[in-house]
């Protein structure tokens, strides 16, 4: 079983939709959640963070953290084609200095 | 403000071979990791080095080392190259060990 488990999709919605992506999680010790952004053949561009549980909003994205769950959520309101791309979600522990993946979930944004 | 600045951007080598790859980190990041990235999954750790010393290695063979300089700039090497080391190779760089990390565009190796 991966540390990290996230679907890969591709999810497809259409344009100005509410868009729901999770990661499930094995190791209690996380405690850094990050969420990542990543175009065709780039490099993964920071979204959000969040330390320990909660929620945290930046402009149309929300992260939000379940650590009873093991399970984290980013939220993007009002999806715009330019939020095509491939969504990876990141963990840390606290005294730890490598960050383990998810394998990433492609989504598609419909005009 | 300049981003991660990897070279180069694409590389193709033949089996056996090796090769360097460079990053330079955001100016007063002192910490560097290096990931594997394989299309269609996520990035694999593979080092990280805090102020000049290795403060991590995931599991990779030995074939791989890095390094990184006094101006926190790193390199990554990998020997004896084999098909299945294609990948996009990525650099991050944190103020803080691991902690919010930003990555670079990557390089892109093909081993043929």
């Known amino acids: 079983q991966k540390e990290v488990e996230q679907d890969p999709g591709p999810l497809s919605v259409p344009e100005g939709a509410i868009v729901s992506l999770n990661c499930t999680y094995s190791?209690?010790?996380?405690?850094?959640f990050m969420w990542y952004r990543q175009y065709s053949r780039k490099g993964p561009e920071l979204l959000m963070y969040?330390?320990?549980?909660g929620n945290k909003e930046d402009g149309r994205f929300t992260a939000q953290v379940d650590k009873s769950s093991k399970y984290i959520s980013l939220f993007i309101r009002d999806s715009q084609p330019s939020d095509s791309a491939t969504y990876l979600c990141?963990?840390?522990?606290?005294?730890?200095?490598?960050?383990?993946f998810g394998s990433g979930t492609r989504l598609l944004v419909r005009p | 403000d300049a981003g991660v600045t990897q070279s180069p951007t694409h590389l193709i080598k033949t089996r056996g071979q090796q090769v360097t790859l460079r990053c330079s980190p955001i100016?007063?990041?002192?910490?560097v990791s290096w990931y594997q990235q394989v299309l269609g999954q996520g990035p694999q750790f593979i080092f990280q080095?805090?102020?000049?010393?290795?403060?991590g290695r995931g599991n990779f063979p030995d074939r791989f080392s890095a390094r990184q300089f006094p101006n926190y700039s790193s390199e990554l090497n990998v020997n004896a190259l084999l098909l299945g080391d294609s990948a996009l190779y990525l650099c991050?760089?944190?103020?803080?060990?691991?902690?919010?990390?930003?990555f670079g565009q990557g390089t892109r190796l093909t081993v043929v």
């Open positions: 080095y805090y102020e000049k010393e290795e403060r």
């Open positions: 991050a760089s944190s103020s803080i060990s691991g902690y919010e990390a930003f």
């Open positions: 100016s007063g990041h002192k910490s």
């Open positions: 990141a963990m840390k522990e606290d005294s730890s200095y490598k960050l383990i």
């Open positions: 969040t330390y320990s549980s």
């Open positions: 190791n209690s010790a996380f405690q850094y």
